[in-house]
């Protein structure tokens, strides 16, 4: 009786948390303009005009050259910081890696806020380049996590092996140590991707004027009016943010296996 109460309360609480998010996939596809049950008719008619909406095009294109940037940075900065804490000696580093992943462990709306009143302090400006760089602090530490927990597992004699066999320490990190690394690295540029294509609080407070983000578009298009195109734009989000994650588990899983880890 007690373990079938709480799968029951389990199933409630998940129930109560994502039947949300499936109303708004169901009313994307409603042929009426107003979000309202019983549906009138099944209708892709507002996943058209969001792809004629330019304001949300310029949006969808900001956010995945952001995300773009965002996750190539912060793989090549994670690839690069979990070599240097895992397999070499670095003084302080307990101390260094708690700084990388303090991030994780501050609000992001304290993070955001401190961020913006230091660039305020030297007198430096909004600007994409500022929205670049708080989204690489953000997700730098996710991407740190997942390579250093993959390197740990990776046996420090196959390198040796390589490098008693002639191999330079740089072919053997290419050859050797990043195929082995390849699943973790792609999971981690995934969720860099995905975190900073989902990122609305941050975003708020780093981005210029007239830049816009998807979820900064849907909450300026909140704050006007709820328009049948904000569910076919929730649901493209979710596919995309829900897709990816899944997407980089599946190809992580797969990469893993060929190596054999």
Same mark, same amino acid.
């Not at 009138?40 to 773009?68: H, K, P």
């Not at 304290?110 to 929205?131: C, G, I, P, R, Y």
């Not at 989000?237 to 880890?261: D, E, F, N, Y």
């Given at each position: 009786?007690? @373990?079938?109460?709480?799968?029951?309360?389990?199933?409630?609480?998940?129930? *109560?948390?994502?039947l949300p998010?499936? %109303?708004?996939?169901?009313?994307?596809?409603?042929?009426?303009? *107003?979000?309202s049950f019983?549906?009138?008719? *099944?209708?892709?008619? @507002?996943?058209?005009?969001?792809?004629?909406?330019?304001?949300?095009?310029?949006?969808?294109?900001?956010?995945?050259?952001?995300?773009?940037?965002?996750?190539?940075?912060?793989?090549?900065?994670?690839?690069?910081?979990?070599?240097?804490?895992?397999?070499?000696? %670095?003084?302080?580093?307990?101390?260094?890696?708690?700084?990388?992943?303090?991030?994780? !462990?501050? &609000?992001?709306?304290? +993070?955001?806020?401190?961020?913006? +009143?230091? !660039?305020?302090?030297?007198?430096?400006?909004?600007?994409?380049?500022?929205?670049?760089?708080?989204?690489?602090?953000?997700?730098?530490?996710?991407?740190?996590?997942?390579?250093?927990?993959? +390197? %740990?597992?990776?046996?420090?004699?196959?390198?040796?092996?390589?490098?008693?066999?002639?191999?330079?320490?740089?072919?053997?990190?290419?050859?050797?140590?990043?195929?082995?690394?390849?699943?973790?690295?792609?999971?981690?540029?995934?969720?860099?991707?995905?975190?900073?294509?989902?990122?609305?609080?941050?975003?708020?407070? @780093?981005? &210029?004027?007239?830049?816009?983000?998807?979820?900064?578009?849907?909450?300026?298009?909140?704050?006007?009016?709820?328009?049948?195109?904000?569910?076919?734009?929730?649901?493209?989000?979710? %596919?995309?943010?829900?897709?990816?994650?899944?997407?980089?588990?599946a190809l992580?899983?797969?990469?893993?296996?060929?190596?054999?880890?």
């Amino acid at each position: 009786m007690g @373990w079938g109460a709480l799968r029951l309360y389990t199933l409630l609480v998940y129930g *109560f948390m994502f039947l949300p998010v499936g %109303v708004v996939v169901l009313l994307s596809f409603n042929a009426s303009q *107003f979000g309202s049950f019983p549906m009138t008719g *099944f209708s892709f008619r @507002w996943f058209v005009e969001l792809a004629q909406n330019d304001a949300i095009l310029r949006a969808f294109r900001t956010s995945l050259i952001l995300g773009a940037l965002t996750a190539l940075i912060s793989t090549t900065l994670g690839v690069l910081a979990s070599l240097a804490l895992v397999r070499y000696r %670095v003084p302080g580093e307990n101390y260094i890696s708690t700084l990388l992943i303090a991030p994780i !462990l501050v &609000p992001e709306v304290v +993070l955001a806020v401190a961020l913006l +009143l230091f !660039l305020n302090f030297l007198e430096v400006n909004k600007s994409f380049t500022l929205l670049l760089l708080g989204h690489v602090i953000f997700t730098l530490p996710f991407v740190i996590l997942v390579v250093q927990a993959r +390197l %740990v597992s990776i046996r420090r004699d196959i390198e040796e092996a390589a490098q008693s066999l002639g191999a330079s320490p740089v072919q053997t990190f290419f050859q050797i140590t990043l195929p082995l690394m390849m699943p973790a690295v792609l999971a981690g540029a995934l969720f860099a991707f995905t975190i900073s294509f989902d990122d609305i609080t941050g975003t708020l407070f @780093w981005k &210029p004027g007239g830049v816009e983000t998807v979820p900064t578009q849907i909450f300026s298009m909140l704050r006007n009016s709820i328009s049948p195109e904000i569910n076919a734009l929730g649901t493209v989000m979710i %596919v995309m943010t829900v897709g990816l994650p899944l997407l980089g588990l599946a190809l992580a899983r797969a990469l893993a296996i060929r190596s054999g880890g």
